[in-house]
């Protein structure tokens, strides 16, 4: 018996079954209590998603010595005809209210307003209150603006009132972002639930695969939790829902990979120890292949520069190894453990002919051995047609206005107030500069193009100085989050840079989108083609081979860009997106490579098997025939815990949950099923160059195939 037989018997022996659910169910009973504590163990201040070297980080972080963090709620009121006497007369009064609000980090006693547009006759004010954003901020800051809320009251007798600004804007993100991992906890199992069903069509078997990737979550998120409170992990919003899409999409991808191979040997031998230790043995290193592509996928993430990036990689890694982990163990232990009954009423009896062999993927693979060539090129035609959707990509940044699927109070706010204000108000630049050259400094910046003049001064509870620095604010022109506002930082910068000594730096909302823009686009560059070179090593190790690592490389990032391209005409003309984030094309391909490979390997690896039984040509075909159901299956429940990312409200994620449910479909059912198939039936022996399979002799493939 070989080591790897041996290895596998450990998890599905007689006896050493119960000890491995035994484990289990100790492991799960102590992280438990643990993973719950994770939304808690969540760092969403700025400084978790600014590049850590950036000048709007470095401003942030200076900027804590002359005061607290802070952001500012404002409160905009707006009537067409002009404010009445009565308006006013509540804007006081809510200003006095206002002022003497404490609770939620609000600091009411250096509430500014009102402050009322240039009209002779006023039709709109704003009042700005502060809100302190310490480790609890984010936390509180939706609570804060509830506060606010409730003291200034709603819209009524033709007054407009709406509370906006950064404190209103992140209020809103914030209940986007409560209650995430339930809800895609829910909208994942869901699917999970659906796909087994039809894909099992059994009750009784998506109980065991469900229950096991449920364990691989609570041990995921508790050893994350233990990570991101005592080993420095930042975790945010973004990687804690990603985490669990992804734990639940991969880890339904494993289990139905080995149940596969597991049903194939139930109809072959007798005894289902046996019958799971071969499957375990056979289809075992393509899964942990699959794995290891994923989990290295993941880790180059720790290249970028963006800390919400870098911090993601760590946080999918584990999820996703500590999936591996469980459907390599407790998955195949319960499965023997509960025996051929579970999967009633379609149980696979011993001698039952394989029914693979008469499918329509065995079907579908004679049919393009007639004609690979033809077939592959027409495919990759189309593909690369698709591809030509690139050219509606804007993948430039969603401003706050186009970041939600709805419309909240916030950016309605911020449409009014842009009407009477300027656009930028409420989200100043700010500039830390040397307390001797600050005079220069200020006069540098009033002057530069896009900035409002008489806005440059001091915030109220600001030290004047501190440790030889000063610090300032001014309005922008245009919108803080539009292109305009990002090309004014760079003229500040660019101006302010230029003064001797001054040692100036600009910061702010606009200069921090600004920074994140010029990270990611590194980012793009750096971690897309190190993915690629991971990919291609792990499969020229698997396979022993360079061709087929070559060619399905290859079709990888074909299907990528399809992908893309399909996506980005989706979201110009039938969702009516405004644009793509900047991370947008790295996430969805780092996603899409990294467990779209997953299906190449788990095909390449059963082909490869059968070539050497029979032949390359006749074993594309029988590993087609052998793996196309499940891959199939695998795929839909892939996209579909993808797709569950369109329940949460906000563009970015309905984006990048779209884009990839749609690519892993292209993968699952045109490049996997028909161009890679068709690439290795028309390069024959010759893609498991340099290995020896390579040297098969002419006619030797007919005869094995024959016996």
Known sequence: MTRERRVARLVCGRRSKWLVLGLWIVVLFFVAPFAQKLAGAQDNDAASWLPGSAESTQVLQISEGFRPEQIPAVVVYARDGGLTAADRERIDEDVAQLMRLSDHGIRGDETRGPVFDRRTDPRAAQILVPITMDEQGWERIGPAVDSIRDDVGGSEGGLAVHITGPGGTSADFAEA????????????????????LITYRSPTLLLVPLLSVICALFTAQALIYFMAEYGGLTVNGQSAGILTVLVFGAGTDYGLLLVARYREELRRHEDRHEAMALALHRAGPAVLASGATVVLSMLVLLTAEMNSTRGLGPVAA???????????????????????????????????????????????????????????????????????GLIQLRAEGIGNADAFTGKPDSITGQEVSARYFPAGSGDPLVVVSNRAQAEEVGRAVAGTEGVVPESLGLPPGTKPSFEGKVLFEATLAAPSDSEAAKRTVERVRDTVHAVPDADAQVGGGTAALLDMDEATTHDNVLIIPLV???????????????????????????????????????????????????????????????????????????????????????????????TGAVITSAGLVLAGTFAALGTLPMVAFAEIGFAVALGVLLDTFVVRSVLVTSLFLDAGPKVWWPHRLSREKPGAEAGRSDH
């Open 177 to 196: 972002f409560e209650g995430i991992d339930s809800t895609l906890l829910l909208a994942a199992m869901g699917v999970v639930v659906v796909m087994l």
């Open 532 to 626: 690629l070179v991971v990919v291609l090593l792990i499969l020229c190790a698997l396979l022993r081979a360079l061709i087929a690592p070559l060619l399905l490389t290859a079709t990888v990032i074909l299907s990528f860009t399809a992908a893309l391209g399909l996506s980005a005409l989706a979201f110009r003309h039938i969702f009516d997106y405004a644009g793509e984030s900047t991370d947008f094309p790295l996430f969805v391909f780092v996603f899409l490579v990294a467990l779209g490979i997953d299906y190449n390997i788990f095909l390449t690896t059963r082909i490869r098997e059968e070539a050497a039984r029979q032949g390359t040509r006749p074993g594309v075909v029988t590993g087609l025939a052998a």
């Open 318 to 388: 584990i999820g996703v190894a500590v999936a591996l982990l469980v459907m390599l163990t407790l998955f195949p232990a319960l499965l023997v453990i509960c025996g051929r009954w579970i999967f009633w009423p379609v149980i696979p009896r011993h001698g039952a002919p394989d029914p693979a062999e008469r499918g329509v993927w065995a079907r579908t693979g004679r049919r393009i051995a007639r004609r690979p060539r033809m077939v592959w090129a027409v495919t990759a035609a189309v593909l690369a047609i698709c591809s030509l």
